[in-house]
C-alpha cells in the first residue's frame, strides 16, 4: 500500500533534532524566570472571531492565511496563526489583571498559517511567546529587547540585526495614514491588486508589501517617525535611551510597519542576513488597547514572538552537543545471560543510570558494534561464566582496556558506573539520590 506522507508544511521534528528543541525551550524557561516571567499554555484553537478582531481583517494572516473551518455544531473555529490574542483571551477570560498589576507571561508551541512553504516559511511552525501587560512604561520596552537579545546571543546566531520602530497611536497614526494616502493618490494604477485594494482600509500595509513595484513607491512615502504625537516621540525616545543605557544594539527602521494590526508605539524585529528570504526571526511590538478590543478592561501590553525553526536552522551547535548516548550498553550472550543482562539494565536504570542492551542473539562482534555505534562509554559483557562467579567485564570504550565488576549489588554497580564515568550519561541528579536507596 502508498505511503501516506505528511501534510505540506508541516514537518517531522525527528530524534537527532530534538535536542536542539529542549535546549532552546529549557534556555528560554531560564532566562524568562530569570526575568520574572511565568508559563501560560492556551489552546491550539480558538473562536475566528478572536483573530478577527485582535491581528485584523485586513492583514494577510487573517484574510488568506488562516486554517479557518466549521465544527460539526458549526462554529467557525480556526488553527491559532498567532499566540498573542489567544494569551490576552486567556489573561481576560480568568481576570488575571487583577491578581497582580502588570502580568508577565510566555508561551511555547505550534502556530498555523497557510503561506507558501519556502526555506523557513512552513504551515506549521513554532513560536517562543512572550507577553507583559498592565504596564505602558518605555522601560518595559527596554526590558524585553534586552531580554531578546540576551535569549538570541545565547544561542550565538550569526548576523543578527535588531530594527525598531514607533507606529505611534490613535491620535498620531490617523494623520499619518492621511498623509501616506495623498503621497500614493495618483499612484495606485502601479500599485499591486492587493495593496490597491487595502488602500482605502490600512494604506500602511503598502510598507509591508514585498512587491517590487510596490517597494520603490513606497520607498519616498512620508515616515511615520515624522508624524509622531508629542507623547508617542517622548515614550519612543526614552525607550531607545534606556537601550542605550543597557547596552542593546539596534538601529530606526521608520519603514517597518508589522504584519499584524494591533501595534501601537514600539514596533521591532529581529532578522539575520543568514537566513535568506525569510529573514525575521523574531518580531513584536506595545499594543496598547487591543486589551480592550477584546472585551476587556483597557490595558497596556507588549510582546514578541522568535520563529523556533529559524532560530534552530541559525544555531552553530551540532547534534553531537545533545548527545544522549547511554553510559553502559550490556552485551549478553546466550539466553540466561540475555535474561540477567534484561533485569540488570532495567534495575540499573531505575537507579539513574542510561543503559541499552540488545533483545536478539546478536553475537559479541556485533553487540561490541552497537555499543560503538550508540556511543556507549561502557560495556559490560555477561555470559554464561560470567553469570556463574556473578562478575563480569566492563569495558572502557573510549579509554580503552577492561576491569572485572561485581554483578551481585546493582546500587553498588551503579555508583561504581556514575563515578568513574567523567561525562555521567545519567538522567540528572536522580542517579545520586537515587543511589543511596539499594535496590
Ligand atoms: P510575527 O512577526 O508574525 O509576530 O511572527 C514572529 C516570528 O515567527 C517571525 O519573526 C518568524 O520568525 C516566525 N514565523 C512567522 N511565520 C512563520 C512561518 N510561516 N514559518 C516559520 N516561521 C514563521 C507574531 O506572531 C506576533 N504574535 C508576535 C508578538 C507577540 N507581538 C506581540 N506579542
Known sequence: MALIPSVRGFKDI?????????YVEDTARDIFTRFGFREIRVPILEKTELFKRGIGDTTDIVEKEMYTFEDRGGESLTLRPEATAPVIRSYLEHHLYQSEPVSKLYTIGPMFRRERPQKGRFRQFHQVNVEVLG???????????????????????????????????????????????????????????????????NPLRVFDCKNEECRSIIEG????????????IVHFDSVRRYLERL????????????????????????????????NAIAGGGRYDGLTAQLGGPDLPGIGFAIGMERLISLMPAKKEDFNTSPLLYIAALGPHARERAFLLANVLRKKGIVVEMDYSDRGLKGQMKRSDKLGCRFTLIIGDDELVRDEAPLRDMKAGGQRTVSLKDAALLARELAGTSTEPRTSGNAADNNLDNNQ
Open 14 to 22: 525527528l530524534p537527532d533534532e530534538t535536542g536542539f528543541w529542549r
Open 135 to 201: 504596564s505602558g512604561h518605555s522601560m518595559v520596552d527596554a526590558e524585553l529587547l534586552f531580554m531578546l537579545v540576551h535569549l538570541l546571543e545565547e544561542f550565538r546566531l550569526p548576523d543578527l540585526k535588531l530594527e525598531i520602530n514607533s507606529l505611534g497611536c490613535p491620535l498620531c497614526r490617523p494623520l499619518f495614514k492621511d498623509r501616506v494616502l495623498s503621497f500614493l493618490e495618483g499612484k495606485s494604477v502601479d500599485l499591486c491588486a492587493d495593496c490597491r485594494r487595502r488602500l482605502r482600509g
Open 221 to 232: 512615502a512620508p515616515m511615520i517617525l515624522d508624524s509622531l504625537c508629542e507623547e508617542c
Open 247 to 278: 547596552g542593546v544594539d539596534y538601529t530606526v527602521n521608520g519603514a517597518m510597519v508589522r504584519g499584524l494590526d494591533y501595534y501601537r508605539r514600539t514596533a521591532f524585529e529581529v532578522t539575520s542576513t543568514a537566513l535568506g528570504a525569510q
